[in-house]
T-cell receptor, first 110, second 111 residues
Framework: DADVTQTPRNRITKTGKRIMLECSQT?????MYWYRQDPGLGLRLIYYSFDVKDINKGEISDGYSVSRQAQAKFSLSLESAIPNQTALYFCAVGQLYEQYFGPGTRLTVT | QKEVEQDPGPLSVPEGAIVSLNCTYSNSAFQYFMWYRQYSRKGPELLMYTYSSGNKEDGRFTAQVDKSSKYISLFIRDSQPSDSATYLC???????????FGKGTKLTVNP
């Protein structure tokens, strides 16, 4: 009964493959976010969305795209994965000052 | 100079100790200051947030913001082994959707 769920939790893929990470929430928040976390670099914002029709780039959007299918669903895609996209990816929901994070997806690109 | 600096530790303390975690920042426009706790293999969870300068207390946790020194702190009293985690500071400008995170400090509380 987690409020923010992410699928898959772990994924290994090859360079050049397309991959989609999915996030869904039951908290009813309009704002959703995608972050990546790398050792030594901390959390960095990739994309964020205020609602289904409002998508915005974050700090590091190159190589990524997103889709907000519904208020509760926000997907992150890597069109052609590369090894330096190996990282831990988190979805978050809420307003800026109170964000609730999902459990994360560990992505490895070989 | 990075926008947010946080000592990565690791920090190891005995159970019952008072823990002090700190971040410094360079952007004087930051107005909102947050502390998140992240257990291993879990997502970050919000502990506290503070607007502008001052103190905020929640149980064993106290957050302090000193905007004149561009310095924020999180104090944990009577630390417990269950407090063992990585603590992330985060901050943002008013009206901005961008949260800037510190790299996190790894804390271990030994029984």
């Amino acid at each position: 009964d987690a409020d923010v769920t992410q699928t898959p939790r772990n994924r290994i893929t090859k360079t050049g493959k397309r991959i989609m990470l999915e996030c869904s929430q039951t908290k009813g928040h309009d704002r959703m976010y995608w972050y990546r976390q790398d050792p030594g670099l901390g959390l960095r914002l990739i994309y964020y969305s205020f609602d289904v029709k409002d998508i915005n780039k974050g700090e590091i959007s190159d190589g990524y795209s997103v889709s907000r299918q519904a208020q509760a669903k926000f997907s992150l895609s890597l069109e052609s994965a590369i090894p330096n996209q190996t990282a831990l990816y988190f979805c978050a929901v809420g307003q800026l000052y109170e964000q609730y994070f999902g459990p994360g997806t560990r992505l490895t690109v070989t | 100079q990075k926008e947010v600096e946080q000592d990565p530790g690791p920090l190891s303390v005995p159970e019952g100790a008072i823990v002090s975690l700190n971040c410094t920042y360079s952007n004087s426009a930051f107005q909102y200051f947050m502390w998140y706790r992240q257990y291993s293999r879990k997502g970050p969870e919000l502990l506290m947030y503070t607007y502008s300068s001052g103190n905020k207390e929640d149980g064993r946790f106290t957050a302090q913001v000193d905007k004149s020194s561009k310095y924020i702190s999180l104090f944990i009293r009577d630390s417990q082994p269950s407090d063992s985690a990585t603590y992330l500071c985060a901050m943002s400008e008013g009206g901005s959707e961008k949260l800037v995170f510190g790299k996190g400090t790894k804390l271990t509380v030994n029984p």
